[in-house]
């Protein structure tokens, strides 16, 4: 008989409460809680891949607070001299593709290949209610029980396209800790691909066969700057559109320009629930990690984006420091007020807001 597969989420029952408590145990736990690691305590945990300080030390980087800017720059510091040893595999889809039963039956057979698997998983937050669901972990129930792997959901706060702030700076972290395989997902909205593809080596891009817009097969961006199409869901009854959307996209692709890397990209099949078409997809992977590696082109592509990261942090101080500003503050709901009494237009209101010194 076979065994009953267990849900992550009902993985132990409930420990009672003992009749008897020792409340000076209990205080100095919680006083342990409290206490924050060094910089030097969570660089030398991230080293010997501590889970628990690379997720402290990610929450530090992510957070906002002015005061723990210099301490993240610190671990970041700390950590740069020990990255730069993965591969890092950027992955999109429209809603409802099934990105995360994807990413699940990717990760788990790069585990089985003694792969060492971090996902970082942009969820995007709310415009409203400014709140994340961040619910990856519960849909990769099996992904997350294994050892060798970590998943990091992140909210994509108010960064372009629901790319999460600190991804990058999560990578090297990532990498430092030993994780040799780095998974970014993103929310598949149209504008955090761009994002994604500056800070990945590969890009993958997933389909779904039949879903209307045949146009989608020729439209540029996304298009060009995937390294793979996958379609995804090829099993059942939709088998048979999904070879006939494969021949479709593959038309497509040789109206594009050759990529400068050298790399064809090609279009395959894969069912992720069924577990198939995924070992295909992991060798085209190696294969061109192999040719770009040979040409020089994995490390150019690198360098060139950390020029491009360069200018994103610089614009992105730049705007923090000028909209904390506490003078451009007071002028920029004096233009606001002005702008909703219709005395001044916007542009007029930005070029007044944009001579103050900062």
Known sequence: MAKEKKSALEEKKGIQEPESINRSS??????????????????????????????????????????????????????????????????????????????????????SLGKQVAVLAVDPSS???????????????????????????????????????????????????????????????????????????????????????????????????ADLIAINKADGDNLKQAKVAKVEFNRALHLYPKKSSGWQPKVMLCSALKNEGIQDIWEQIQDYVSLTSKTAYFNKKRSEQNKFWLIQTIEEHLKSNFFNDKEIKV???????LIEENKTTPFAAADYLLRFKV
């Not at 991230?46 to 800017?69: C, M, V, W, Y």
């Not at 610190?74 to 040893?85: F, S």
């Not at 702030?165 to 929310?187: N, Q, S, Y």
């Not at 002028?331 to 007020?337: D, P, S, V």
Request: aromatic share 4%.
């Open 127 to 225: 415009s409203v209610s400014r709140g994340s669901i961040l619910g990856d972990k519960t849909r990769m129930e099996a992904l997350v029980k294994e050892p060798k792997a970590f998943i990091r959901p992140s909210a994509s706060g108010e960064s372009l396209g629901g790319v999460a702030r600190k991804t990058r700076e999560t990578i090297i972290l990532c990498e430092a800790a030993g994780f040799d395989t780095i998974i970014i997902e993103t929310v598949g909205v149209g504008q955090s691909e761009t994002a994604v593809h500056s800070m990945v080596d590969f890009f993958l891009l997933l389909k779904l066969a039949g879903a209307g817009d045949e146009l989608q097969g020729i439209k540029r961006g996304i298009m060009e700057m």
């Open 331 to 337: 002028a920029l709901e004096k233009q606001l007020q």
């Open 26 to 111: 209990i205080a100095r736990i919680k006083s342990k809680r409290h206490k924050q690691p060094s910089t030097e305590d969570l660089i030398s945990g991230i080293l010997q891949g501590d889970i628990t300080a690379l997720s402290r030390a990610i929450t530090l980087i992510e957070s906002k607070n002015p005061a723990h800017f210099e301490k993240a720059n610190a671990l970041i510091k700390g950590c740069l001299p020990h990255a730069n040893k993965s591969v890092r595999i950027g992955i999109t889809g429209v809603p409802g593709v099934g990105k995360s039963t994807f990413i699940e039956s990717f990760g788990l057979l790069a585990t």
